[in-house]
């Protein structure tokens, strides 16, 4: 058996959710989606009644929580809130659909993952750690064993 992983925050979600929300109604700048933008978007939609189905879920999603607009837009959660469950047949269909030279991909083998994992631990975590540490208050430091 051979695994296969998807993301659970990945940039190829953004153009399927930006579609989403621009097809019902709200219009923005895909890259310039930071919260000041978002919380002008919330106040435009607001007080609108009836909303689409894509003005409800930003408003829900996006404008009225605290989570950086950014990192929704790369959500499987909010992309299986606008499509479904995201099984086999369905990543499928939507990695069809992205252009090819995007760089871009919606499935992952093990190998890919074990190196995203290394490489976090390696850099991510370790540049945290030395920062931390440099900056830290001594006395918050505590001693743990293995």
């Known amino acids: 058996m051979e695994y296969r ?20 109604g709200i219009e923005f700048v895909d890259e310039y989606m930071d919260k000041e933008r978002a919380d002008a978007i919330f106040r435009e939609l607001s007080p609108k009644t009836p909303k689409t189905r894509a003005e409800e879920m930003f408003c829900e999603l996006i404008g009225r929580r605290k989570f950086d607009p950014q990192g929704m837009l790369e959500s499987k959660g909010v992309l299986e809130m606008i499509l479904g469950k995201l099984d086999e047949a369905k990543i499928a269909e939507l990695a069809l659909l992205l252009p090819a030279n ?24 370790r540049a945290a750690l030395l920062t931390d540490l440099k900056d830290g208050n001594p006395r918050s430091l505590q001693v743990c064993s293995f």
């Open 102 to 125: 995007s760089g871009r991909r919606l499935v992952f083998t093990k190998e890919e993952v074990a190196e995203a994992i290394a490489r976090f631990y390696a850099v991510d975590l």
């Open 5 to 24: 992983f998807v993301a659970a925050a990945n940039p190829a979600y953004r153009p399927f959710i930006t579609k989403f929300f621009a097809e019902g």
